[in-house]
């Protein structure tokens, strides 16, 4: 009787066949668990799913002509449902399970969020009707602009960034023109290495020599090797804060003070807000730009590739300098989106450019507004405790069997790093995050960040329930005890995922990208039987 | 010939004026398999400390520094095909880059190899 079953009120699943365990079924699926082939290996060119009308009227002149039909694959509806439903089953997410994936903040969205954002005024209109037709979806946007300037204490925001590293790229751009706009010359930016890994990037992109500047034992940054640093030719720093090893850092305000007084600007990676927001306002710690992730604090939903929404808040130095568009409102009650042709009218004519064609990521503001609404002051308080508390839950419950770098430090902010060292020899992180698939959880983010060994970074956040906790936590330890014990069973994990592990180096060096198998069933001409029909 | 160390886990082979840097044993275990090296553009003129080529493995992208300051004369051209060249045969075949030094004395500030064994083993 396992763990899940444990008054024994359903039938028992079994994970042994009467075959014995190389037993393989006729059509390779198990059970109701479904493989699932390339659309190109169902489909074929007997079939298709629509009816498409023959082409009208004579070709256009002087325009290249495709010669042979495409080499598509035909699928009925049904197999087209299928094949994407069962694709959509293998997948793992946040309404299946935790995902405590550190530094990523995967925490369920609340459904509230999603209703409001599907009321027609808000999803059905569109970037280009006319300013007096959508005053409410203005509204939403200068209602939550003004909510994230009060909740971090800063001066004016830029909406229009599209993600949290766009966010740090429209940062760096706003320093860049202030510093331009002085008639100066600084091509440095500083980077701790307890900073999220887009900081070095985005500074790169934006064409600064990056600077990395070391922690120190206990896991911040190490102020007087900044202090050392600092010059002429110094534009700004990069921090994050609360930084990767889900630590606060409490010299922030001397890091300020130190960066402004050489004439430079302090840009925070605000990916981490929801450990403080409610609790410390950026503003107050001498912060010039910070970027906000809405799909991570304000709780809008992101993975597999999107949608973020990164708005940075700018302190009175730097919001001269921010981006068009944004909204304003005047005192009859109309709200404007402030363009090109209006930027001098509303005194905003310094502005670095765009980020965006548009407004920004309309469906992420409306779910933002509607989380910050519906929890209000205190119930924002509450959400920067409780992402700590949990992540102080695990940090606590795991540390007589994980190494904890920085448990000696203090509590942890939002997230709880553990490393390697004590796992018998041969065994490594990666043996344990396969592991957590076996036992049904998404893995949580490793060898990141690079300052600890092996390291193992995972962030609860405040939606987890103590009970659902405790099971990972139940999970963790006894994966960890594994390691530490030398279970050779590990290195093959996982063992009842669809896929046992998979040869992540091949894989990197011998990509296949392409797809040149045998054609479906029916089997798909090639491009030249097909011919110049 | 001799064989000098950096903290950041570089080796350099230094004969006459000529220098050939790849990255120690010991990094190349702790990147684990390597699956991507970007290697410095010949004629290329780099300075010491400089981030002048990228090793990338199943765990991380990581810069690799040069030693000294330099010109460089000659890329690994059998690592784009063979990455695996850096895990299996790091302190030879998989040298990274050759250059010609343009400061000599800044091998002074390097370590030998008892000193770097001493150094990894602290670690």
């Known amino acids: 009787m396992s763990a899940a079953n444990a008054a024994g009120w359903r039938p028992t699943m079994g994970d042994t066949t009467p075959q014995g365990e190389n037993f393989t079924t006729k059509s390779g699926d198990y059970g109701l668990m479904l493989e699932e082939p390339l659309s190109f290996e169902i489909g074929g060119r007997e079939k298709c799913g629509v009816d498409l009308d023959d082409p009208q009227g004579a070709p256009v002149a002087g325009l290249p002509l495709r010669k042979a039909a495409p080499d598509l694959p035909g699928l009925t509806e049904p197999e087209t449902v299928r094949h994407y439903t069962r694709l959509s089953r293998q997948n793992y997410a946040i309404d299946l399970g935790p995902f405590p994936l550190g530094s990523c903040t995967m925490k369920h969205n609340p459904r509230l969020n999603e209703k409001v954002s599907r009321l027609p005024g808000f999803a059905d209109v569109h970037p280009l009707q006319p300013q007096s037709s959508v005053q409410g979806a203005l509204g939403v946007i200068n209602e939550l602009a003004h909510w994230l300037i009060a909740l971090t204490g800063m001066h004016g925001v830029a909406m229009t960034p599209k993600a949290g590293a766009h966010g740090e790229l429209c940062g760096l751009l706003c320093i860049k023109a202030a510093i331009e706009a002085r008639g100066e010359q600084r091509g440095v930016i500083l980077v701790p290495e307890s900073a999220h890994g887009t900081n070095p990037a985005t500074a790169a992109f934006a064409g600064f020599k990056v600077e990395s500047i070391p922690a120190n034992a206990a896991g911040r940054v190490d102020l007087e090797a900044l202090k050392a640093r600092l010059g002429p030719d110094i534009a700004g720093i990069m921090i994050t804060n609360p930084n990767t090893c889900g630590l606060f850092e409490p010299d922030m305000k001397a890091i300020s003070d130190a960066v402004h007084a050489i004439g430079g600007y302090v840009y925070c990676d605000g990916a981490n807000f929801n450990a403080i927001v409610g609790k410390v306002r950026p503003g107050d710690l001498g912060i010039d730009a910070m970027h906000i992730n809405l799909h991570k604090t304000f709780s809008t939903p992101h993975g597999g590739g999107g949608p973020g929404s990164g708005p940075v808040v700018l302190s009175e130095a730097l919001s001269p300098y921010g981006p068009l568009p944004f909204t304003a409102k005047t005192a009859d009650g109309v709200i404007h989106l402030v363009e090109e042709e209006n930027a001098q009218a509303f005194d905003h004519s310094q502005g670095f450019g765009r980020m965006s064609a548009f407004h920004g990521q309309m469906g992420m503001f409306t779910r933002a507004l509607t989380y910050i609404l519906s929890h209000g002051a205190d119930g924002l308080q509450q959400v920067a405790e409780d992402a700590v508390l949990n992540a102080n839950y695990v940090l606590r419950s795991l540390e007589d069997v994980l190494q904890a770098p920085f448990a000696e430090s203090g509590p942890c902010m939002h997230e709880a790093l553990f490393s390697d060292r004590g796992f018998a020899d041969g065994f490594s992180t990666q043996d344990v995050a396969k592991g957590l698939i076996d036992e049904g959880f998404h893995p949580m983010t490793v060898y990141f960040p690079l300052v600890v060994h092996g390291a193992m970074l995972v962030e609860p956040t405040e939606t987890e329930s103590k009970s659902g906790l405790d099971r990972f936590i139940a999970s963790l330890r006894s994966l960890a005890e594994r390691a530490k014990a030398g279970d050779r069973s590990l290195h093959s994990a996982p063992h009842f995922a669809p896929r046992r592990r998979l040869d992540e180096t091949l894989a990197a060096r011998k990509p296949i990208l392409v797809w040149k198998g045998e054609p479906g069933p029916a089997g798909l001409p090639s491009p030249s039987e097909i011919g110049d029909r | ?123």
Not at chain 2, 37 to 52: I, N, Y
């Open chain 2, 1 to 123: 010939m001799t064989r000098y160390f950096t903290k950041d886990h570089e080796w350099i082979e230094v004969d006459g004026d000529t220098g050939t840097v790849g990255i120690t044993d010991y990094a190349q275990g702790q990147l684990g398999d390597i699956t991507f090296v970007e290697l410095p553009a010949e004629g290329a003129s780099v300075g010491k400390g400089d981030a002048v080529s990228v090793v990338d493995s199943v765990k991380a992208a990581s810069d690799v520094y040069s030693p000294v300051s330099g010109t460089v004369d000659q890329a690994n051209a059998a690592l784009a095909d063979e990455p695996e060249l850096v895990n299996s045969d790091a302190e030879k075949g998989g040298w990274l880059f050759r250059l010609t030094l343009t400061d000599p004395a800044e091998l002074d500030g390097l370590m030998d190899e008892a000193a770097y064994k001493a150094f990894v083993e602290a670690l």
